[in-house]
Each structure stands twice: as structure tokens, then as C-alpha cells.
């Protein structure tokens, strides 16, 4: 027969429990004692030091009332010695008193701390502060390993067991209430904190290891010691105390999870729990509460995501999803409609809000729920909106940023509506339609920030031009020429609005309009040598080889679009066309001597110098007109 764990003679057993109140009771209660004699020790010290009121300071000199006297009697009988009557003497006018300006007692914070006030605020906060999280956790490993140890030598039954638990923690909580009254602020606090801890610990022991009641029931134990601990942090306005209360708070599914779906649970009670902490972020202005808040609870979220989440269960998810966001975005926008500004965490978590919201929509709905996924993008966007038109006037320089920030946001989701519908060339189409008209909205109010999503749109639908494949059965007529001519008038159409709009401003804006001209040529001559590539590749005429013919149409395109773009460069007066000219003329001229030249056959050499020679003696006589153009005017112009 194999023995009973646990002692068996019962000193050792009256030994642990006088051991485990000396550390729970006694240590703690000898500690304050002695803390707080040596505060009237220190206090009687200063007190001892410091003269009484009304006393005289010691003389340091003989008076000056007794000297002069003295002086007066030997001044007397000299005079008397000499015959000489002595001459009455005026009294001095007695000068006003000097009215001096009260002394100012300065309290003994605002006075600079000498170095050894300052050792000593260290050792403050040593002693107090970090001894008393160290005593803390002393404490929470002692009563655990206490516990531990009577409940493996059965000195209780399980029920008995949860029941000290409960009472210690209660004891503990109701102790450091009384701490506090005394003016332990700081030592009490950390002493609630350790009788919540024992009080969850207890619950759950109850409901893990001697399953004496069911998962609701502990649930109900954990979530009213929170709600205990919610009020006990409100009425001492104790932060330390809100952050133990938001820990446990949270930590309270982990500790009951039992590897099961309850979604309708775990949101419910987390969606119930953030609104509290919320509310009181708006009641006691704790910035801190509603991003620690905002992480847990969309950490609860996609961890449950990933491991339980089914398609069948889509609309108790997206109801659950939404509900999170419109929590979280409710606050921050009825402080900016209240005040017409956001603090700087507050902007972080709208934003941090909406991005994990837009996520959550689009792992939910897409790709078999698009039309959906459009439509919620779309209403967030319109939603951000009318609330930059509800803020207050008189627009202040905050106001202006606010607005701003709800812009760009409605433009994220409105942008992000794109692709959800649509795909291949016509998300091309619709990005570079919006880019242009986001570049031409901040063109007309002069924001530049509102113009560089519209350039960065822009710039996407131009990335995806280069690499997209899209079919062109025909020859300009066809998806690839549409895509690329809306593209292009998408770029002349935000180069024409950068440029009226950015006349007065650094060199750099203005170099963007450059840059989206320069955009308008290139593409122009890309799709076109897309489309005369194919036209020659499918043309079949006997004795016509494809490969040679393609190459021979590319050089008279590109001469003939060059020549082009000098004679619109000369008609515009614009130096930018004309040197995209002379630099695709140069490329030109290369491919033909070192390409064409060597590899092409003759009849199609022919015809590439002849082109080439042609538009290039136009191009010069156009330039030594122009050239005589401008010095007959200057001789004119220079005649009386």
C-alpha cells in the first residue's frame, strides 16, 4: 500500500499555517509600522530644527546705541576742558521705516533638490515602488505554493479550498481600502491588485481543476470581480489600478477557453468589456485605455479568425466584425464633431480601426461576395465623408487637418472599391480615372496632399500598363488600345491640372506635370508600336517575311511619331516635346545603323534610311526656319 501524500503529524501542518499568515498578515503589517514611524521620526527631526516663532537671534556686534553714547560723554568733556559751549545738536530726522515686500515661502518641490534629495528620490522609489511589485509577486508565488501544499496534503476539501481563496482575496481587496484611508496610496494599490489576482486564481481553480461549477458560472465570478475592480479603480482614479482591471479583464477567456466555438460568448463578453473600458477612457481622460483596448479585442478576433472561423457562419461573423468597428470609430468621431480636432492616439486608433475593418471585410466577402464587398467600401467611404462635413465652423488650422485625414480615408475606401469589383484592364481604367480626378480635385483646392494619393493611383495604373497582358484581336480596335488611351488622357489631363495650379510653387511640384507629359508620349508610342507589332505579325502577303517586317514598321513609327512631336513642340512653344523628339530621333538613328543595317533584308533597309532620311532633313529645315525666324525678328524688332 503505497502512503498518503502529505505529512502526516500535525505540527508540521500548524507550522505552514503560522508560516502562511506571518507572510500574508504580519510581514506586510510590520512593514507599514515601520514605514510609518520612520515618517514622524523624520517629521519630529525637522520640527527640532526649526527655530520657534517670535525668538531673537543671538547679538553678533555690541549695539550701536551704547558706542555712540560713549562717544557723546568723551565729545562732552573735551568741549568743557576747552572753554567751548557746546552747540545743541538737531535731532536727525527719523527716516521712514523701509517697507520691505513679504517673504515668499516657496513649497519645498519648486525648490531645486541637492544631489542627495535627489539620491534619496531614488531610494524612495526603490524602496516603495519596486519593493513593492518584488514583495508582490512574492507574495502571489507564496500563496500559491501555500495552497498548492494544502491542497496535495488534503487539509481541505475542494469546495473549502475555492472558499479560502475567496475569502483571503475579499480579506486582501477590503485591506488595502484601509491602506489607502491611512495615505498608503501607492502600497494599497498593489495590495488590490493581489486580492483580484487571488480572486480570479480562486474562480478558476473552482472551475478548472475541481470542476465545481460550469463555464457560465465562472464566467459570471470573473466578470463581477472585474466589475468590482472597475469600481473600486473609479472611485480611488487609480490608472494602475484601470490597467489591472483591463489585464484581467482580458485575460479572463484565456483562462475559461476550452478549445470550443462560442463566437456569440467571446464576442459578446468583449465587445461588452471594451465598451466599459471605453467609457471609462471618456470619463476619467485616460488616453492610454482605447489603444491597449483596440489590441486586445482585434487580437481576440483574428486569433479566433484563423483557428474557428466557417463560411457558414459569414453573417454572425461580419455582425460581430462590424460591431467592433463601429465601437471603436463612434468615440473618435464624436470627439471631433464635439471639439473639431483628434488627439494624436486617437487618430491612431481610427485609422488602425479602419484598416483592420477593410481587412476583415475583404477575408470575409471575397471573392464570393464582391458585389457586397463593393458596396461596404463604397459606404465606408461615403460614411467618412459626411462626417468631414459635419464638423464645427469656424475651420481652424486642427479642423483642416481633421478634414483632411477623413479625405484620405474616404479615398482609401472608395479606392479600395475599385478591385473589389472590377479586375485586369478595367481596374487599370478606374484606377487611372480616379487618380486623375483626385489630382484635379487638389489642383483646384491647392492641397498637395490631397494630390499625392491622386499621382500615386497614377502611378500604379502606369505599373500595371507595362506588365498587364491584355488581348488585341484587332487592329486598334480593341481592350489593350482603349486601356491605354484612357490612361493616357488620364495623364494629360492631371499633367494640364498640375500645371495651372502649380505656377507658383518649388521646382520639384513643378517637375511632376514634366514628368506626366513626358508619360503622355511614352505610352502614346508604346501602345502604338504594340498595335503596328501585331498589325505586321498578322498580315499575310506572299513573299513577306513577319520578323523583318515588324522591325522595319517600328522605325518609320517612331521616325514619323518624333517628327510629330518636334513639329507639336514648335506649334506649343514647348521645349519638353521638342526633346523628346531629338531623344527618340537619336534612338531611332541607333537601332537603324547598328540594327537595322545588318539585319534586315534589303527591300525593308530601303525603306527604313529612306524614312528615316526624309523626316530627319524636314526635321533640320524646320529647325533653320524656325532658327530665320527668330533672327529677322529680332532685326525687325531692333529697327526705329
Avoid at 346 to 363: D, G, M, W
Avoid at 576 to 596: E, I, M, N, P, T
Amino acid at each position: 500500500m503505497q502512503e498518503e501524500a502529505g505529512p502526516r503529524n500535525p505540527i508540521d501542518a500548524t507550522l505552514l499555517i503560522a508560516l502562511f499568515l506571518l507572510l500574508l498578515v504580519a510581514l506586510p503589517a510590520l512593514a507599514v509600522y515601520a514605514s510609518s514611524r520612520i515618517r514622524r521620526l523624520e517629521i519630529v527631526k525637522r520640527a527640532s530644527e526649526i527655530p520657534p516663532p517670535g525668538s531673537t537671534p543671538p547679538p553678533i556686534v555690541p549695539t550701536l546705541e551704547a558706542r555712540l553714547s560713549a562717544f557723546e560723554q568723551r565729545l562732552a568733556a573735551l568741549e568743557a576742558k576747552a572753554g567751548v559751549a557746546p552747540q545743541p545738536v538737531a535731532p536727525a530726522p527719523i527716516p521712514p521705516p523701509i517697507r520691505r515686500p513679504p517673504a515668499v515661502l516657496l513649497p519645498e518641490a519648486s525648490l531645486p533638490a541637492p544631489a542627495s534629495a535627489r539620491g534619496s528620490d531614488l531610494e524612495k522609489i526603490v524602496a516603495e515602488r519596486w519593493l513593492n511589485y518584488l514583495g508582490i509577486i512574492a507574495m502571489l508565488f507564496a500563496t500559491a505554493f501555500f495552497i498548492k501544499y494544502a491542497f496535495d496534503s488534503r487539509w481541505v476539501g475542494p469546495r473549502g479550498r475555492v472558499a479560502v481563496g475567496l475569502l483571503c482575496g475579499s480579506l486582501i481587496v477590503l485591506w488595502s481600502d484601509r491602506l489607502r484611508r491611512r495615505g498608503y496610496g501607492y502600497f494599497s494599490e498593489g495590495i488590490a491588485g493581489l486580492g483580484a489576482s487571488v480572486l480570479y486564481l480562486s474562480v478558476w481553480g473552482g472551475w478548472h481543476y475541481y470542476r465545481m461549477f460550469p463555464t457560465g458560472v465562472a464566467l459570471a465570478g470573473m466578470i463581477v470581480v472585474t466589475a468590482a475592480m472597475a469600481a473600486i479603480t473609479i472611485g480611488r482614479d487609480s490608472q494602475r489600478l484601470a490597467f489591472l482591471t483591463l489585464a484581467g479583464g482580458f485575460v479572463t477567456p484565456l483562462l475559461l477557453s476550452t478549445g470550443r466555438n462560442h463566437e456569440i460568448v467571446l464576442f459578446t463578453y468583449t465587445g461588452v468589456l471594451a465598451a466599459a473600458m471605453l467609457g471609462l477612457e471618456r470619463l476619467r481622460q485616460w488616453r492610454w485605455l482605447p489603444p491597449l483596448t483596440f489590441l486586445a479585442a482585434e487580437a481576440y478576433f483574428w486569433t479566433w479568425y484563423a483557428a474557428s472561423y466557417r463560411p457558414e457562419k459569414l453573417g454572425l461573423t461580419l455582425f460581430f466584425a462590424t460591431g467592433f468597428f463601429l465601437l471603436f470609430a463612434v468615440l473618435p468621431h464624436v470627439e471631433s464633431r464635439r471639439k473639431g480636432r483628434l488627439a494624436g492616439m486617437e487618430i491612431l486608433v481610427a485609422v488602425a480601426n479602419l484598416f483592420c475593418y477593410l481587412a476583415a471585410l475583404r477575408e470575409l466577402l471575397w471573392p464570393d461576395h464582391r458585389w457586397l464587398l463593393t458596396a461596404a467600401y463604397l459606404l465606408l467611404g461615403a460614411a467618412h465623408l459626411a462626417v468631414e462635413k459635419s464638423l464645427p465652423q469656424p475651420l481652424s488650422g486642427e479642423t483642416r487637418s481633421l478634414r483632411r485625414l477623413l479625405v484620405a480615408l474616404s479615398l482609401i475606401c472608395i479606392s479600395l472599391a475599385i478591385p473589389a469589383r472590377l479586375d485586369h484592364a478595367w481596374l487599370t481604367m478606374a484606377w487611372a480615372i480616379e487618380g486623375a480626378v483626385i489630382v484635379w480635385l487638389g489642383a483646384r483646392i491647392v492641397s498637395w496632399r490631397l494630390r499625392a494619393p491622386g499621382l500615386l493611383l497614377l502611378g500604379v495604373a502606369a505599373i500595371r500598363l507595362l506588365f498587364l497582358e491584355i488581348p488585341a484581336p484587332h487592329f486598334l480596335w480593341n481592350l489593350r488600345f482603349f486601356t491605354f488611351a484612357v490612361a493616357v488622357a488620364c495623364f494629360a489631363i492631371s499633367a494640364k491640372a498640375l500645371v495651372e495650379s502649380t505656377r507658383d510653387t518649388p521646382a520639384h511640384e513643378r517637375n511632376l506635370a514634366a514628368l506626366l507629359l513626358v508619360a503622355v508620349s511614352g505610352y502614346s508610342l508604346l501602345e502604338l508600336s504594340l498595335e503596328f507589332w501585331d498589325l505586321f505579325g498578322r498580315i499575310q502577303v506572299p513573299g513577306m517575311e513577319h520578323w523583318p517586317a515588324q522591325q522595319m514598321a517600328l522605325s518609320v513609327l517612331w521616325t514619323i511619331f518624333a517628327a510629330a512631336l518636334v513639329i507639336a513642340g514648335m506649334a506649343r512653344k514647348s521645349a519638353l516635346l521638342r526633346w523628346q523628339a531629338l531623344a527618340l530621333f537619336a534612338l531611332v538613328v541607333g537601332k537603324v545603323f547598328l540594327y537595322d543595317l545588318s539585319s534586315l533584308q534589303r527591300f525593308y533597309r530601303i525603306l527604313s534610311f529612306l524614312v528615316l532620311g526624309v523626316l530627319l532633313l524636314g526635321v533640320s529645315f524646320l529647325y533653320q526656319r524656325r532658327a530665320m525666324g527668330h533672327k529677322s525678328g529680332k532685326e525687325t524688332g531692333a529697327q526705329p
